[in-house]
């Protein structure tokens, strides 16, 4: 342990409160204050948190705002604090979540946001809205690799940041 509180397992340098080299084996739980797993991605450009992003068919392994309505590019959104981090940061990397609960920008301009409606990505850059069905045979489908997620607060109108369960389809 350093002065610093820093400790090291396999490393006599640790860089964070807990450093390992290594291999770790976890038999019990994992606590993280924040509900959403994220990894870093290369992007062209920052964005701030909450904003959804797409798959750009020019770079591999390359995200960017999202720009166009349910867009099978959805690849997630800009996580500020993510519970788990996977990979390595850096410079033109930003931290994109895939799966758990986080605030999510979104227009409820053209129809309100209730608990539970399915999100999409909107004509607005970076921003979801809400899915609106599709009527096949009297069976109404959502248009399928477009979904975001669940949304776990309502937005009645405007522009705004809602808690998403994120769930991409």
Do not use: C, F
Request: hydrophobic share 35%; aromatic share 2%; glycine share 12%.
């Amino acid at each position: 342990m350093k002065q610093n509180g820093n400790v090291g397992i396999g490393t006599s340098s640790p860089s964070t409160k807990l450093h390992v080299v290594g291999d770790v084996t976890v038999t019990g739980n994992i606590a993280a204050k924040y509900q959403d797993v994220a990894e870093w991605v290369t992007s062209p450009k920052s964005m701030p948190a909450g904003t959804v992003v797409i798959l750009d068919v020019e770079h591999s392994n390359q995200v960017l705002p999202s720009v166009r309505s349910y867009d099978t590019r959805v690849a997630g959104v800009i996580s500020e604090t993510p519970g788990l981090l996977l990979g390595e940061g850096g410079e033109g990397k930003v931290k994109v979540a895939t799966t758990g609960r986080v605030k999510i920008k979104v227009d409820a301009t053209k129809k309100s946001v209730q608990v539970g409606d399915l999100l999409v990505t909107s004509d607005k850059e970076g921003i979801a809205m809400k899915s609106e069905p599709l009527d096949l045979g009297g069976v109404p489908i959502h248009r399928p690799g477009t979904l975001i997620g669940k949304a776990l607060e309502p937005l009645k109108e405007g522009e705004g940041e809602i808690l998403v369960l994120l769930s991409l389809q």
